[in-house]
């Protein structure tokens, strides 16, 4: 059984520079998840995806912050012109259609990419 | 809207003694509620979940939770300690309100002494 698989798991980049993050879910979910969790902190909710469409984003989305799914499979997040308070650890999350679930199903989580901005 | 309280950012048992985690929620239509654990440089594992139906749930790993409603509580349990549960968890909460949106709780560190 593979589970969601991020890529990189670490990156270290310097500030102002744009930084690109992967996220293979488990195969059969269609619904994608991006959180982003600081030091200390529980994950926060970034955007989720169900198939290739995003259905909300969170306000801590700012305009520097890009999600896509483009095929509904893997997905990636951008960064641009990153900031210090960027640094952060970012998890990517899925899980099975509510269609084919009689309730909400919970999300399966990567081992996350941990990002740096020195 | 959704919220989650945890209550006690650390907690420390005694190996063999029992855990208990607290976790209070907030929401305005019936809730799913999630616990996860998180080892470091880990993503987060389901332990356990409650939807509809019995208020008591177990999960993986010997942990239980409750749903009480009328506390707006699911506090976590496990009847005695082991070294391995030594980790960060997280009570979540999520329900229909146009999307399943899951909220964490800022987590509880969990230590276990010898």
């Known amino acids: 059984d593979t589970g969601v698989s991020q890529d990189p798991r670490h990156k270290i980049t310097k500030r102002g520079q744009n930084v690109t993050f992967r996220c293979d879910p488990i195969?059969?979910?269609?619904?994608l998840y991006w959180y982003r969790q600081t030091l200390g902190q529980g994950p926060e909710f970034l955007t989720y995806f169900q198939n290739e469409a995003q259905l909300e984003k969170s306000r801590l989305l700012s305009d520097r912050f890009s999600a896509e799914r483009p095929k509904g499979s893997f997905s990636t997040l951008e960064i641009q012109r990153t900031e210090q308070g960027d640094s952060a650890m970012y998890l990517c999350?899925?899980?099975?259609?509510?269609?084919?679930?009689?309730?909400?199903?919970?999300?399966?989580f990567g081992d996350g990419t941990r990002l740096s901005i020195l | 809207a959704q919220s989650v309280t945890q209550l006690g950012s650390h907690v420390s048992v005694s190996e063999g003694a029992l855990v208990l985690l607290r976790c209070n929620y907030s929401s305005s239509v019936p809730p799913y509620l999630f616990w996860y654990v998180q080892y470091p440089n880990q993503g987060l594992q389901l332990l356990l979940k409650y939807t509809t139906g019995a208020t008591l749930v177990k999960g993986i790993n010997g942990f239980e939770a409750e749903f009480k409603k009328s506390e707006t509580s699911f506090h976590l349990t496990k009847p005695s300690a082991h070294m391995s549960d030594a980790a960060e968890y997280f009570c979540?909460?999520?329900?229909?309100?146009?999307?399943?949106?899951?909220?964490f709780g800022a987590g509880t560190r969990l230590f276990v002494k010898a």
């Open positions: 999350a899925s899980s099975l259609p509510l269609s084919k679930a009689y309730s909400n199903q919970p999300q399966h």
């Open positions: 979540a909460v999520s329900a229909n309100t146009g999307g399943f949106k899951t909220i």
């Open positions: 195969s059969e979910h269609n619904r």
